[in-house]
């Protein structure tokens, strides 16, 4: 069995002074997963969402479902 190392990312938009999450999609298709963290504490936890519920929740956000509070 091969594990893959994730590759963190931010979003573009993530110019905010640090309070952003971090994610690696690279593990989706492998893996189902999408791993979350907090970019401030990359030692921290992880979660490790369902690559199908975060695809969901990405579309919802940019469908503004969640608002922009």
């Known amino acids: 069995m091969t594990t893959e ?7 573009s938009y993530s110019d905010n002074g640090g309070n952003c999450v971090e994610v690696a999609a690279n593990l989706a ?20 969402l ?12 940019k469908a503004g479902a969640f608002g922009t509070a």
């Open 29 to 48: 298709a492998p893996h189902g997963v999408v791993p979350v963290r907090d970019s401030k504490n990359p030692a921290g936890p992880v979660l490790a």
């Open 5 to 11: 190392t994730p590759r963190w990312i931010k979003s």
């Open 50 to 61: 369902p690559a199908a519920s975060f695809a969901s929740f990405v579309v919802g956000v």
